[in-house]
């Protein structure tokens, strides 16, 4: 009898690695008849060993909105294997025609903030409106720390019972080069399958808020009510990129010091500028447990989304976020040629071991090592 971690198993993962090792984090399935019938479906299809599959039969099964070949499609997309690789990048091109149509929004936020639960209050809202809803996590430290930043293993239950919701964790990827890859491609392939609106988690610390903020049109940015003057660490940075500041947990007792707070980023707003041009960023306060809120923000992003659709710049930011998007791969491609590159590494730390030791000038260094990657490359 296969367990839930077989029908799971993406067929890249180490036969050996244990549960809790092998995936970022986990997403919890619903108790509903139509999961039974998706675990039943899964169960018959493990025991009969599935035929492989096509560039043709994934194309035709992401438009189609099967869930679990667009499942296999992502898993495709995050497989670090070479032959995975080339076919997910047919797949994608293929679908590249059926994408664009959803409205996309990046949520970031300290650990703690909400985020999670604020997307389990969003999402069931607009499922229940009849939008088709996908949920993806970039957090680039979940191959470090398991998933515990982003923790969603048992959040969303009650959005993961939608049929019309679709999550998927954050691919253990390592870097965050390949996990924003990973994602954007993902973000693509649910596009396809026809989801209408895609929320992005990711976990306000490092890199991540700009990798995020570049594949989205709108950026939710979640903080809490501040104890003081130093609003509880967040980067100034990170607001420079919102589009809304939202102050979660303005319920019970909290609800005023909430006010306080949002008043408290107005002011900072006011002489920051925004993050879109022609966009007031402004704050507002929700509570993800109430629900107070949270219909209220649904509305501010598609205020943004209609004024940007407007004025064509919603078309030229995408336009610009896909080249962005090329050079980061260009980038990371030039970083793994020349630093995975053993006839390189090599010699370049026994020169960086020099520098250190004081024998030889940061600057002889950089011509030493550019020799070396010269010759080794035959440029
Ligand atoms: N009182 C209150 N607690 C909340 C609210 N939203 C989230 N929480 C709690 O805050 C904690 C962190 O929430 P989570 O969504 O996991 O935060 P994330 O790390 O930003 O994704 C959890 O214990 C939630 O139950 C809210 O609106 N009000
Ligand atoms: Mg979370």
């Known amino acids: 009898m296969p367990t839930d971690y077989d029908i799971y198993k993406p ?95 990046g949520i970031t936020g300290v650990p703690g903030a909400g ?81 209408d609106v895609i929320l992005v988690e990711t976990v306000g610390v490092g890199q991540s808020e700009t990798t995020v903020r570049s594949m989205v049109d709108f950026f939710l940015v979640v903080v809490l009510t501040g104890a003081g003057d130093d609003l509880q660490g967040v980067k100034k ?37 925004p993050a879109t041009e022609g966009w007031t960023t402004k704050a507002y306060t929700c509570s993800a447990y109430t629900g107070e809120g949270i ?10 989304i209609n004024q940007m659709k407007g004025t064509g710049q919603l078309e030229s930011r995408r336009q610009q976020q896909n080249l962005t998007w090329v050079r980061e791969m260009t980038d990371d491609y030039f970083r793994n040629l020349i630093y995975k590159n053993p006839a390189i590494a090599q010699p370049r730390e026994a020169i960086e071991n020099r520098v250190l030791d004081g024998s030889l000038a940061p600057t002889k260094a950089l011509s030493e090592i550019v020799a070396v990657i010269e010759s080794s490359l035959k440029l």
């Open 295 to 304: 219909p209220e923000i649904w509305d501010v992003a598609m205020e943004y």
């Open 11 to 105: 067929e890249w993962i180490d036969e050996d690695k244990k549960k809790d090792t092998a995936f970022a984090s986990f997403v919890m399935t619903g108790i509903s008849e139509s999961n039974d019938a998706l675990r039943l479906s899964q169960q018959a299809t493990v025991a009969a060993k599935p035929p492989k599959m096509t560039v043709e039969d994934y194309v035709a099964g992401v438009l189609e909105g099967d869930r679990m070949k667009l499942s296999r499609a992502i898993t495709m997309v995050e497989s670090n294997a070479p032959k995975h690789f080339a076919m997910a990048q047919d797949i994608v091109q293929q679908l590249l025609p059926h994408t664009g149509k959803a409205v996309r929004i």
């Open 115 to 195: 985020k999670s639960t604020i997307i389990e209050a969003l999402g069931c809202l607009l499922c229940q409106q009849g939008h088709k809803v996908a949920v993806l996590a970039v957090d680039p430290s979940s191959s470090v720390t398991g998933g515990a930043i982003l923790g969603d293993k048992t959040r969303m239950e009650q959005l993961s019972r939608e049929k019309n919701a679709f999550i998927r964790p954050s691919p253990a990827g390592g870097t965050l080069g390949g996990v924003s890859r990973k994602s954007r491609e993902t973000m693509l392939l649910c596009e396809a399958a026809g989801y």
């Open 237 to 273: 940075g990170v607001i420079e990129l919102a589009d809304a500041i939202l102050v979660n947990k303005a319920d019970g007792d909290n609800k005023t010091k909430a006010l306080v707070t949002r008043a408290d980023y107005e002011q900072i707003l006011h002489y920051l500028r």
